[in-house]
């Protein structure tokens, strides 16, 4: 009965709260008025007016604007809300798969509110944006639930899914690379090529072609103008920008300028680039270094990862360096948006799974959530546009996954030590 009054109660407040979140959203009034162009018998996607001009303009391939043809055809209110109990409903998605990756959580309420609060924040934000990202995070972490399983194909086809979408989760290729999970690969790249012609029934192979090539130049080769008046960038890029050269915020087009300058450095832009390019290539082959290192520690372990073993260790251990490769991605990539963020609840239910134990491991697990819910619980509640601003041009943000990349490493390097001592265990006490 009480569940029963909790789900009901959990879902009027979900169809009240969509009746305030509809009226306020950022992003998908951007799809809506693309959606709009193209059932009007457009095909010029990345045209500065197809949707809402050039800030607000459509930078997603083809397929996302076709494969959701029928939400087009509605009117915007019913829509829009369509989208938010969809994105719901991905949020609910999110958390029962990190509930089947980290079983130990199950246990512990306190452990699951420390998570909620540590990612609560970000998951408001894209409510409220109303963003693509939320599908495509669900998406990894449905791939991710297979690659644990397995099941490489549909691992492979989700996460295919997820790149033809949105480009950004193509950064963790080389971690399956690394695993030589080549049919996962395989069926990345046949089924990405797939999912790109797709929309060819509908725009026809020689348009879509040149869509996909425009698209490319747009969003991939020619990323200045968003970088410069789009969401404060918080991957190291957008650290060193900020802390390094000089941002002229009243350039912004959007009239969002008021953010102070924090610079110690005038350095010429290309010059920073070229640097931030240099030093992310490092940390992001330092970190798949260190991975491949441990793994190949324990070859000879009964937990190797290339073993065939499907234990429990096993796929915790693997679970943790994906929630690694994560925090990487989002520390190495040319663009994190502060909604990029949501990604980090697979690492901080990482960590709780381990501060549900009380060894030495769990109770620095324990310190680093408590942490990080409690900084992320405070700082959106600080009053004032201004503080908020200061907090995004800092990147606060950014800090806080060089935490968890930190103590994500310390925890990989630990949890492998305990293992191989439990691998030589018998060995020890064998005449």
């Not at 193209?38 to 607000?56: K, Q």
């Not at 943000?397 to 305990?418: E, K, M």
Request: hydrophobic content about 50%; charged content about 15%.
């Amino acid at each position: 009965m009480k569940r029963t009054i909790l789900i009901l109660a959990c879902s009027i407040a979900i169809v009240l709260l969509g009746l305030v979140f509809i009226r306020h959203l950022i992003d998908f009034p951007v799809y809506y008025a693309a959606g709009q162009s193209l059932i009007g018998g457009r095909n010029d996607l990345y045209s500065p007016d197809f949707a809402l001009g050039t800030v607000m303009d459509y930078r997603y391939p083809p397929l996302f604007l076709v494969m959701l043809y029928p939400l087009w055809l509605m009117p915007y209110a019913v829509a829009a809300y369509v989208w938010f109990v969809l994105s719901v409903l991905e949020i609910v998605g999110c958390f029962l798969l990190v509930a089947r990756v980290f079983p130990a959580l199950q246990q512990s309420t306190k452990s699951w509110l420390i998570v909620f609060l540590s990612v609560a924040q970000y998951f408001v934000m894209v409510l409220h944006y109303g963003n693509v990202h939320l599908p495509i995070i669900l998406l990894s972490f449905a791939s991710f639930y297979f690659f644990l399983l397995r099941r490489d194909v549909a691992a492979g086809a989700l996460l295919a899914l997820a790149i033809t979408i949105k480009l950004t989760p193509i950064l963790l290729l080389p971690y399956f690379a690394l695993k030589r999970r080549w049919k996962l690969l395989s069926a990345v790249c046949i089924l990405t090529v797939i999912f790109n012609i797709v929309p060819s029934l509908y725009f026809g192979f020689t348009r879509n072609t040149e869509l996909l090539r425009t698209w490319y130049d747009h969003v991939v080769v020619s990323q200045q103008f968003h970088e410069d008046n789009g969401p404060i960038d918080l991957s190291l890029k957008g650290e060193m920008r900020r802390y390094l050269s000089t941002i002229d915020y009243s350039q912004r087009v959007d009239g969002d300028i008021y953010y102070p300058s924090l610079n110690f450095a005038r350095l010429d832009r290309e010059r920073v680039e070229q640097a931030w390019a240099v030093l992310a290539a490092a940390i992001f082959a330092g970190g798949l270094a260190l991975i491949w290192w441990l793994s190949r520690r324990s070859h000879g372990s009964r937990y190797s990862d290339f073993s065939g073993d499907k234990s429990d260790k096993r796929d915790d251990f693997l679970a943790s360096e994906l929630a690694f490769m994560l925090c990487l991605t989002l520390l190495v990539g040319p663009l994190t948006s502060k909604i990029y963020f949501i990604a980090l609840l697979w690492p901080a239910a990482c960590l709780a799974n381990f501060a549900v134990d009380k060894s030495r491991q769990g109770r620095f697990a324990n310190r680093v959530m408590i942490v990080l819910a409690a900084i992320n619980l405070v700082l959106p509640l600080l009053p004032g546009r201004s503080i908020q601003r200061l907090l995004l041009v800092v990147g606060a943000d950014f800090y806080l996954n060089c935490l968890l990349i930190a103590a994500l490493g310390y925890i990989l390097v630990t949890n492998r030590r305990a293992l191989e001592r439990q691998s030589a265990a018998p060995q020890t006490q064998a005449p």
